[in-house]
């Protein structure tokens, strides 16, 4: 903390430096100090239990996959960590990494010569977007795969600054926004998280990329569900990862699902009103076509999935 | 003769032919030659390699696609601390390219820049970083021109040039092969089936990115240590942009990291590098980031392919049309070869009586496209499996018995003139359909499983010469030392397929030693016999014919000794494990150390030289030199695959292959060779696409040039068909290269038989067969 | 500004000057002169450059070279017991797991440490294990096999 202070807007927080190396070696990030807080004790908090779970953001993606409380009382914050990358990477990468995870965009992902050949990007070094050029805005796209899931979880974020402590929901650090994807001020560390109890919840994570492992999202969901005794959904969480700059709730979607029963129709209707928000960019690997149609599709398969319904609905063609 | 030696780990080769002395070595499973260096870290590759006083090479790229290259001022990169040297397209002002017929580059651009990501000025600097530096401190200025991006761009009227010289917009070549009475064959025909189909252009992505040493020494020597497949083309460019006599510049191949026909032309860091050492007085190495490495490219061709077949009613063809349109790229490469690849094989491996194909390639502004594996054959095979895969449906036949029905026969001349030897394909698809149960399977699967077949056919090593000349293609030499230690000198480039092996394999055998009695010099053009490289699949038939021939001499004079002192005549003896003895009295024997000290005194040094040339094939017409082999491989595939049809997700989850590969001298090699083929082509067919965006590559990494991983990749079911050539070294043909192509067009007609759509492009990505889905669905929902 | 650092590699301390920038995988190669460690892209894509750092694989490119400092490093050169290559090595060598051998050093690691930790893994979690290292050559089939031939005959739990 003292060492960010000292060298100001120059430094950067490096975790497991996954994201943050690679950025460095495109020149994207070009911090002139790196602050490593990897085996900062502050970040390492780990209690997981029934009643909950405090999680420090240093905890390793590896360990989020693998640690059996986790995979039992939070089995969809295993499964999105899973999902991640490689094993080598999340033998590394941290949770704090993976919420403070830059925005994507394959202008921006690639090496200094080739943004110069563009001529760069409103993300970095040039006023204009090449994805939409007479916009204001950038649209690069929040990639995180824990991230939804954490938000549907309901977790609550521990941010530090100096002295200053505050915890606030997890969903309400983030904006719409490529170029300043979180309102976290500089100078402020996330601590780690708060889960509140899964009892009731039911939650899924679903995720789509080309291969099984390296990649990114193309579209991520995580769902989370409570029903009540007789099966009628009281409460619903959808949350989109990679079709916009932030994680996305699909409220339309939830609303519709919230006072009746999960059936077929209702998770199809859900489907289509998340098909309908669902405004991914052409700035990821894949299609707007192709990964507008699989936001539908991994939601209905996440909500059968929590109805035990047949996983797959083959729409017979 | 199919010989499955997938079950058996130390399999044996299949049947001897009969009066065949029985194999010691070849057929054996055995660890690669450097098998000790590789797996433990110390085989040192070319970035590896460091000398004393070393410095780093860097190369300025354009940012432009196309442009004109107005003025560079290096003044100020100059001045840097640390910067050495720093070169410019006039530095090296002579052009240079791998066919004599299209020398059309400069290792760094002069007045026009034709890709983005050409190379037009290069630095050699104290470290990377200072190098990075300096380039970045050039300062170039172009005026950009309009992009040329596509086939359609490059072949409109309005389109400018990228070359001034080509006459018709941007078409660098076209060519017209007509062999027999093609509307006599149409006329034939019951009847005519015509198609379109698109290959998208992909690259090679070896694991190893390209590197370079040179070391310019203070007698004027050159040597250049490189990651190539072809060193004695590199020899040759070098001698003539750097404007030296040849003997004056030695060529090194260490240990190559993959390169899959990415590594078989010279490039721009490898010229580069000398010209920066003798400058500095440095050793300078250049090693290329993986950025640069699919800017070098050279890889799949885009083709538009159109394709028309007269067929009979049991499905023989009478005549067969076909085009091809090769997106080139920047600049020549090997492309008017791959033009002519494009067209040459295609009268194999069914009978065609009557065939005419048409060819072009364009220049566009990307960088330019040559060889990958299958070079050239790879986008019509794909195009004529799926075509034939629905002339088999609409004629009520079963595509593989079709297929069986109208092959080749072996000892047959095709209708342009190409020479067939062995050929085991009707072997290779009996194992095919065994192996996957195909006829249980094809067309009655569930909807969104199926199963798809289809076949293909290689050379065994281009039977005509890059440059044209008369003297072999390739040559070796052996000699061997008091101690019964064989060192082999051969000019082949190992560049993972496993060259090395096969050479120690074939000369092991040829003179009965144990593979450990064997040391190897190859990859060296100063030390070692030429060899023209690692294309074309013609290491292993003609390298190891060279081998084999040199080490038959030597084998004669052992004999001669060992006869004499043995006291039998030659025709009894035999010789294996190093100890040469009586067939019919295993007793008499006289080991292999103690023959060589008797021949030496006898004949003096041993040594020996082989040679090969491929017998002249090439037929009597124009273009006829592309095409020919000593020898053709063939191969079978079936892909079973799944697709979900609500996510348009393609699943393969097994592939089944059979490949004659004439004789598999080492057969773990040879599955590895068959095992990785199977998988490029499933990813070609899948996944992988070299795509552009404004101008620029839009993936140049491999985190969005999406290579396959080991939880994504298929199932591979491997049978080696062994057809024992009569001209290749022990029976062996080629393995590297062939068993790729099939698994395209498999995949293809897999998806077919899943879905009911036949798609016509490749990769068939996800976006693809959702898109074809829905119309399919819309179209129903309309009739309704 | 180079300083001095202790690195543990492959059991033995050795004392390196290097900048505090560097990555580890240019620290082995460029400093240590370990080339065995690969590269083949820099920014954690391909797995070419794995080793393990306090047994874990991890990208080499991707870590600071002062943060291994304290820490345990393997790489591909230390796996052969005084010049005996292990069983793994030797595996590979026998199934043909490597052709090029340009990605051999890092799945050797990944798969080191896999065995270490599952003497008896199954073959889905042999890929799962070596999801993160690329190979172009071998269509991974024969790098399982090796993995599997190495975990019969006990490579892993000597450990
Ligand atoms: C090939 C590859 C594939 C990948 N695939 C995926 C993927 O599929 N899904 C995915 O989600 N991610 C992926 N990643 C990204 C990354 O590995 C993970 O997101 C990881 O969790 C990042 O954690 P880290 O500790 O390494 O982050 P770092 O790189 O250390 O940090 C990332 C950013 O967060 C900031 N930061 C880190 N910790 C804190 C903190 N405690 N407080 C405030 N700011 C902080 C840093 O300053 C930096 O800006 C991939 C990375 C690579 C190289
Ligand atoms: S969305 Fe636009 S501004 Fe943002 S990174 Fe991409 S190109 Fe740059
Ligand atoms: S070099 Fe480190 S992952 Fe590719
Ligand atoms: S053996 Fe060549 S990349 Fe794996």
């Known amino acids: ?317 | 003769m199919s010989t499955d030696i997938t079950e058996e780990p130390t399999g044996q080769a299949g049947d001897r032919p009969p009066g065949r002395r029985s194999f010691s070595v070849v057929g054996k499973r055995s660890r690669k030659y450097d098998w000790h260096a590789k797996l433990t870290g110390q085989a040192k590759y070319a970035d590896d390699l460091s000398l004393p006083r070393m410095i780093y090479g860097r190369l300025l790229r354009s940012p432009h696609p196309h442009a004109r290259l107005l003025r560079i001022d290096t003044r100020k990169a100059g001045a840097l601390p640390g910067v050495f040297a720093i070169l410019t397209g006039q530095d090296l002002p002579t052009k240079y390219g791998i066919l004599p017929s299209s020398q059309d580059e400069n290792a760094l651009a002069i007045e026009r820049v034709r890709y983005m990501g050409e190379p037009v000025a290069a630095v050699a600097a104290i470290d990377e970083w200072t190098a990075e530096e300096a380039c970045r401190a050039i300062e170039v200025l172009y005026e950009p021109l309009p992009p040329v991006m596509s086939i359609d761009e490059a072949l409109a009227d309005e389109t400018p040039k990228i070359h001034d010289w080509t006459r018709d917009r941007n078409i660098q070549k076209e060519v017209l092969l007509e062999f027999g009475d093609l509307e006599a064959g149409f006329a034939e025909a019951d009847y005519i089936f015509e198609d379109e189909y698109f290959f998208e252009g992909n690259t090679h992505v070896p694991m190893e990115n390209h590197a370079v040493v040179a070391d310019w020494a203070a007698n004027g020597h050159v040597t250049v240590w490189s990651s190539t497949q072809t060193p004695h083309y590199l020899h040759r460019e070098l001698a003539k942009v750097l404007e030296l006599p040849p003997s004056r510049i030695r060529v090194i191949v260490p240990p190559v990291g993959g390169g899959f026909g990415g590594k078989s032309e010279a490039f721009s860091h490898e010229i580069v590098a000398p010209v920066l050492s003798r400058l500095s007085g440095h050793p300078v190495k250049i090693c290329l980031s993986r950025e640069e490495v699919f800017y070098c490219h050279r890889g799949r061709h885009p083709v538009k392919m159109w394709i028309r077949t007269g067929v009979k009613g049991d499905g023989t063809i009478t005549a067969m049309d076909f085009s091809s349109t090769l997106d080139g790229g920047a600049y020549g490469s090997y492309g008017i070869a791959t033009t002519y690849y494009t067209g040459a094989l295609n009268t194999l491996p069914y009978e065609v009586p009557r065939y005419r194909f048409r060819g072009r390639r364009v220049f566009t502004n990307k960088p330019p496209c040559g060889p990958k594996r299958g070079h050239g054959t790879v986008q019509p095979r794909f195009a004529i499996e799926a075509h034939l895969d629905r002339v088999a449906e609409n004629l009520g036949l079963d595509p593989a018995a079709m297929r069986g029905h109208i092959l080749v026969k072996p000892n047959t001349w095709t209708i342009n003139h190409l020479r067939v030897t062995s050929c085991g394909l009707g072997d290779a698809i009996e194992a095919v359909i065994e192996r996957s149960d195909w006829t249980r399977k094809h067309g009655r699967m569930r909807h969104g499983q199926g199963i798809g077949l289809a076949c293909s056919v290689y050379l065994s090593g281009a039977g005509l010469p890059i440059y044209w000349n008369p003297m072999p293609h390739s040559g070796a030499q052996i000699k061997i030392d008091r101690g019964g230690g064989v060192t082999v000198y051969c000019g082949t480039s190992d560049i993972g397929q496993d060259s090395d092996s096969m050479l120690a394999c074939v000369v092991a055998e040829e003179l009965g030693v144990d593979l450990d009695a064997i040391h190897l010099v190859t990859g060296d053009t100063s030390l070692a016999p030429v060899d023209l490289g690692s294309y074309s699949s013609r290491v292993t038939f003609m390298a190891g014919n060279a081998a084999r021939q040199a080490a038959a001499q030597l084998r004669a004079r052992l004999m001669d000794v060992a006869a004499e002192t043995l006291e039998v005549p030659t025709d009894r003896l035999a010789a294996a494990g190093g100890i040469i003895f009586d067939r019919q009295d295993t007793a008499r024997q006289l080991p292999f150390d103690e023959a060589a000290r008797l021949a030496e005194a006898r004949f003096g040094t041993l040594g020996a030289v082989g040679s090969y040339t491929p017998p002249r094939l090439a037929g009597p017409y124009k273009g006829s030199g592309v095409g020919p082999s000593p020898a053709y491989s063939f191969t079978c595939a079936a892909a079973e695959v799944e697709v979900d049809t609500e996510t348009g997700e393609l699943r393969v989850r097994k592939i089944w292959v059979a490949h004659d590969l004439g004789r598999a001298l080492n057969p773990t090699v040879c599955e590895g060779q068959i095992e990785g083929g199977v998988y490029m082509g499933w990813a070609e067919a899948t996944i992988e696409e070299q795509v552009f965006r404004k101008g620029l590559h839009k993936q140049p990494s491999l985190l969005e040039y999406k290579i396959p991983a080991a939880q994504d990749t298929p199932d591979i079911d491997t049978v080696m068909i062994e057809s024992d050539d009569p001209e290749g070294p022990f029976g062996a043909k080629e393995v590297g290269q062939g068993p790729l192509a099939p698994v395209i067009p498999a995949v293809t007609n897999a998806v077919y038989d899943a879905i009911g759509i036949r798609l016509t492009s490749t990769p068939i990505t996800p976006d693809k067969i959702l898109h074809v889905l829905e119309a399919r669905r819309k179209r129903a929902s309309a009739a309704v | 500004m180079k300083a001095l650092h202790d690195l543990r590699v492959n059991g033995e301390t050795v004392q390196v000057a290097f900048e505090p920038y560097k990555t580890l995988l240019e620290v082995l190669r460029e400093d240590l002169n370990l080339t065995g460690t690969k590269h083949g892209c820099e920014l954690g894509e391909c797995g070419a450059c794995t080793v393990l750092i306090d047994g874990e694989p991890v990208m080499s490119c991707l870590y600071l070279g002062v943060e291994a400092e304290g820490r345990d490093i393997e790489t591909v050169e230390g796996l052969a017991d005084r010049g005996e290559p292990s069983l793994l090595q030797h595996a590979f060598a026998e199934t043909g797991g490597a052709q090029c051998g340009y990605c051999t050093p890092g799945f050797l690691m990944s798969a080191t440490a896999l065995l270490r930790r599952n003497p008896e893994p199954s073959r889905d979690e042999i890929k799962q294990a070596l999801s993160g290292n690329l190979c172009r050559c071998t269509g991974y089939i024969k790098i399982f096999d090796a993995v599997e031939l190495a975990a019969r005959r006990g490579e892993g739990r000597e450990h």
């Open chain 1, 1 to 317: 903390m003292a060492l960010l202070a000292e060298h100001g807007t120059d430094a950067m927080l490096m975790a497991g430096g996954t994201d943050l190396l690679p950025n460095i070696k495109h020149r994207v990030a070009t911090p002139e100090h790196v602050v490593s807080i990897r085996d900062l004790p502050e970040l390492q908090g780990f209690e997981v239990s029934e009643h909950g779970a405090t999680l420090g953001a240093g905890t390793r993606l590896s360990r989020l996959e693998h640690d059996p409380q986790i995979r039992r009382v939070y089995p969809a914050l295993a499964e999105s960590a899973s999902l991640i990358s490689v094993p080598q990477v999340r033998a590394v990468g941290t949770l704090g990494g993976n919420i403070c995870l830059d925005t994507r965009c394959n202008y921006y992902n690639q090496s200094y010569e080739w943004r110069q050949a563009i001529g760069f990007c409103m993300k970095r070094d040039s006023p204009i977007c090449r994805v939409a050029p007479g916009g204001d805005r950038c649209w690069a796209v929040a990639s995180a795969d824990t991230v939804p899931v954490l938000i549907a979880l309901r977790a609550d974020v521990e941010v530090v600054s100096g002295h200053q402590e505050r915890v606030l929901p997890l969903e309400a650090i983030y904006q719409d926004d490529g170029l300043e994807p979180t309102t976290l001020t500089f100078g402020e560390i996330v601590q780690g998280i708060k889960i509140p109890p899964p009892h009731g919840y039911v939650t899924v994570y679903q995720k789509f990329r080309l291969r099984q492992s390296f990649d990114f999202p193309l579209v991520g969901i995580a769902v989370s569900i409570r029903s009540d005794i007789s099966g009628i959904v009281a409460e619903a969480r959808i949350v989109m990862t990679a079709v916009a700059s932030y994680p996305e709730r699909a409220e339309p979607a939830e609303r519709l699902l919230v006072g009746a029963p999960l059936t077929e129709e209702s998770i199809l209707a859900a489907g289509n009103a998340v098909f309908r928000q669902a405004k991914p960019m052409d700035n990821t690997a894949g299609t707007i076509f192709h990964r507008k149609r699989m936001a539908r599709i991994l939601v209905e398969r996440a909500l059968r999935r929590i109805a035990q319904l047949p996983e797959t609905m083959q729409r017979v063609s």
